[in-house]
């Protein structure tokens, strides 16, 4: 149980195109998702929070206008980087937890690994 | 703020030998602390968890961890390393808003 899916796993693009990355849960309703951030031989960087149904909270330095976030229902949550330069090909990975779970601990999505020509 | 200090950007250690890789938290309160593992190009596994009660921690792979409060520590050990064992690990902990708070990691290269 608790698996967390995201899709896709992989996407190269041009720059100045847009780019969506889903995050699913599969097996749980997922009230609060985050999105971490995480170039290559470095950790992983909180950028946003999401709650089901509310507007996201995203961490000091992150472009809420670059990297939009949408959690419109309690098992998905998207990442869409706009207007994607190279700058922003990094690793990106999605959490989920759920109140129904165990409380304190998250669960992580494989990574979706963007790459902007 | 919650935060995790993971001292050794690297350790290489031979299979078989023993491991601990060191962790340390700065955190107000009980911190709910975590040890994932992350192969290359891959995402993380959890290895293992605290949040109360027995300070010493059994995990999956045979790792395991002991929260010493008065260290303000939560490294995590393995009696013999294998090969595979070779990845990135992260110390992290829970922050105020449930989200993580990762430490920089510490790769763990096995020498044969």
């Known amino acids: 149980g608790a698996v967390v899916s995201q899709h896709p796993s992989r996407v190269i693009c041009k720059s100045g195109t847009s780019v969506k990355i889903e995050c699913r849960s599969l097996?749980?309703?997922?009230?609060?998702m985050f999105w971490y951030r995480q170039f290559p031989k470095q950790s992983l960087m909180l950028m946003a929070t999401s709650n089901e149904g509310s507007k996201a909270t995203y961490e000091q330095g992150v472009e809420k206008d670059k990297f939009l976030i949408n959690h419109a229902s309690l098992t998905l949550s998207t990442l869409t980087v706009t207007s994607a330069h190279p700058e922003d090909s990094s690793f990106y990975i999605c959490?989920?937890?759920?109140?129904?779970?165990?409380?304190?601990?998250?669960?992580f999505g494989p990574g979706t690994r963007l790459t902007v020509l | 703020a919650q935060s995790v200090t993971q001292p050794d950007i690297h350790i290489t250690v031979s299979e078989g030998a023993s491991l601990e890789l060191r962790c340390n938290y700065s955190y107000g309160a009980t911190p709910y602390l975590f040890w994932y593992v992350q192969s290359p190009g891959q995402g993380l596994q959890l290895l293992l968890k605290?949040?109360?009660?027995?300070?010493l921690v059994q995990g999956i792979k045979g790792f395991e961890a002991e929260f010493k409060r008065s260290q303000s520590s939560f490294n995590l050990r393995k009696p013999s390393v294998h090969w595979s064992d070779a990845a990135e690990y992260f110390c992290?902990?829970?922050?105020?808003?449930?989200?993580?708070?990762f430490g920089a990691g510490t790769r763990l290269t096995v020498k044969p």
């Open positions: 992290a902990v829970r922050g105020n808003n449930n989200d993580m708070r």
């Open positions: 605290y949040f109360s009660g027995d300070t």
């Open positions: 097996d749980f309703q997922a009230t609060t």
């Open positions: 959490s989920a937890r759920s109140g129904d779970l165990s409380y304190n601990e998250q669960f």
